[in-house]
């Protein structure tokens, strides 16, 4: 690694472990922010409470009225959603025209109930291995946005994971939904910023075996397996980091067969998902395995 891009990749590690997130530029490059402007520190911040990316001021970033409804939704319930909410067909096909700067060869692909992406982000200027994205927009909130990560040189195409994907289908875990950071009809550029810099931490944890900043792992079994010591503790209220939070009381309370439950637990993502990103001219087949839920 040139010693420029570690550089760049090592300020944007510091930046967001003292809450400081990097810029998102046009096709998802990163930089680490100089400026001294730091997350709002509540106490009681979660996760990835605030983990919104910022734009740089050539393009900027592109706020919806948070909190106030999204198109599609019409101030339902999720439970009285109908399956295709006409709102979000028209907000997502009017957000992939929107990308054409920010993500210039993103591909999309509607279909009946859902829509599917294909997005790249060069992450590091210069690095030569680029992330790509799959990203499922069904058009109905009773449905999760879910999407898949990938890193690509010209010859390869590998998984990224499993830190901060889900189970069992190894999707990308880039924000919390209960905290609202992005919600279904909002802008798809700040979808792919957020995946963006999802991956950049990916790459700074390959890089330094430490996953940078605030992250959310609720799970004991999993902190005990896959936290650093030096790492933000993952439980709802963080006291620095993992070694002097939880580490002790999940060594504790966490018993052996707890460990192997957790460990047998497996995230991979789909077959056809997999098909797609190598293949990016038809998206998964509708009643493919991507469509089961678990
Ligand atoms: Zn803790």
Avoid at 90 to 111: M, N
């Amino acid at each position: 690694m040139r010693k420029s891009i570690e550089d760049d990749l090592k300020a944007i590690g510091a930046g967001l472990d003292v809450g400081v997130l990097p810029t998102v530029f046009n096709r998802g490059v990163i930089r680490p922010e100089t400026s001294t402007v730091a997350l709002k520190s509540s106490g009681q911040e979660k996760a990835y409470a605030g983990q919104q990316s910022t734009r740089s001021t050539t393009r900027p970033w592109e706020r919806t009225a948070g909190g106030q409804g999204t198109p599609g939704q019409s101030g339902a319930s999720d439970s009285g959603a109908p399956f295709v909410q006409p709102g979000l067909r028209f907000r997502y096909a009017e957000g992939v025209g929107e990308c054409r700067d920010a993500y210039p060869g993103l591909l999309s692909f509607p279909q009946e109930k859902q829509m599917w992406l294909f997005a790249e982000s060069d992450l590091i200027e210069g690095f030569g291995r680029r992330a790509a994205f799959a990203v499922q927009l069904p058009y109905t909130t009773k449905k999760p946005v879910r999407a898949w990560g990938f890193w690509t040189t010209a010859v390869s195409k590998s998984w990224i994971g499993p830190r901060h994907t889900n189970f069992p289908d190894g999707s990308i875990c880039a924000f919390e939904p209960r905290d609202r950071t992005w919600v279904p009809g909002q802008s798809l550029i700040t979808l792919l910023d957020l995946y963006s810099l999802w991956a950049v931490r990916h790459l700074y944890l390959e890089k330094y075996g430490k996953w940078p900043g605030r992250q959310s792992v609720p799970i004991a079994a999993e902190r005990l397996l896959e936290l650093c010591d030096d790492e933000f503790c993952g439980c709802e209220y963080p006291l620095g980091t993992y070694a002097r939070c939880c580490k002790p009381s999940d060594q504790e309370n966490t018993t052996g067969s707890d460990l192997l439950n957790f460990a047998m637990n497996t995230r991979r993502p789909p077959v056809e998902v997999i098909r797609f990103v190598w293949n990016p001219t038809s998206p998964p087949n509708r009643r493919g395995q991507t469509i089961r839920q678990t």
